[in-house]
């Protein structure tokens, strides 16, 4: 029987070259997005592979959240990859802070992954399955120095620190935990300048993710296997 990996923010960059990814070897993808309607690259996908499906998700609807874990009670998730993600504003220095924005960006990265992670733990639970919250280096205090960023940097480091806490939490039940630092990536967010392009992103994050075993549990890595300071 196949794997299934369940993953949010499947219509493009990061998300969508691992649902590519995913579905070439064969698994099952469960992929979601807030709009399948104008998400043409992934609806594409469909003419390809058999076993992929698309739901429609925001990931900081913790309604939605709940319906679609309860329209997919039956379902194993092997792989729960939380890559959703939003930067929030770019070029702003100390003394500029946009509240607003950091709540936002906090929402996405920080808060809806946990949440995503407790509705869905019968889906991880039953395949005792593996989360992959998809952080970044920007997150790491060893990392850090540049300053700046202040948004985008706590909400990924706070992400981490759920993440650690979910590798030991899911230990009884065997459902493991990871974080990843995908690279610097051509995407959206990565913008041109990014130094690999999402399909080399996904196919070492992928390598990484197979090869997983239990002694990474609560680690942070990049697509090369390199564990990152915290
Ligand atoms: N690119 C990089 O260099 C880089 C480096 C380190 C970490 N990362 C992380 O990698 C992940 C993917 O990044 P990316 O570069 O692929 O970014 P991207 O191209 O900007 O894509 C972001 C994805 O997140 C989705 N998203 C944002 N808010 C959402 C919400 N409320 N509900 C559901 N989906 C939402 C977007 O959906 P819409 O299309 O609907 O907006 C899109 O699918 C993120 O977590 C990011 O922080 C990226």
């Not at 594409?44 to 925001?58: G, N, P, R, S, Y």
């Not at 009670?73 to 929030?88: E, H, K, Q, S, V």
């Not at 960006?105 to 593996?130: C, D, H, M, R, W």
Request: proline content about 4%; glycine content about 10%; some cysteine.
């Amino acid at each position: 029987m196949s794997k299934t990996l369940f993953i949010t923010g499947a219509n493009r960059g990061i998300g969508l070259a691992l649902t590519r990814a995913y579905l070439s070897d064969g698994w099952q993808v469960m992929a979601t997005c807030r709009d399948p309607e104008s998400a043409n690259e992934l609806t594409a996908l469909i003419e390809e592979f058999d076993k992929l499906e698309i739901f429609a998700l925001d990931v900081t609807d913790y309604d939605a959240v709940a319906d679609l874990s309860n329209e997919l009670g039956d379902a194993d998730f092997d792989l729960f990859i939380n890559n959703a993600g939003y930067y929030g504003p770019k070029g702003y220095g100390f003394g500029e802070t946009d509240v607003d924005e950091w709540r936002k960006v906090f929402e996405i990265n920080t808060i809806a992954p946990l949440k995503l992670a407790e509705a869905f733990y019968p889906q991880l639970k039953s395949s005792q399955g593996l989360i992959a919250n998809m952080s970044s280096k920007m997150g790491s205090m060893e990392d850090n120095g540049s300053g700046g960023s202040y948004i985008y940097r706590s909400s990924k480091a706070a992400l981490n620190s759920v993440t650690k806490s979910l590798s030991l939490d899911g230990l009884v039940d065997g459902v493991n935990a990871v974080a990843l630092h995908p690279g610097w990536v051509q995407t959206d967010m990565g913008g041109p300048n990014a130094l690999i392009t999402p399909l080399e992103s996904a196919t070492g994050l992928k390598y990484v993710l197979d090869n997983f075993s239990e002694e990474q549990n609560g680690g942070f890595f990049d697509p090369k296997g390199n564990s990152i300071p915290w």
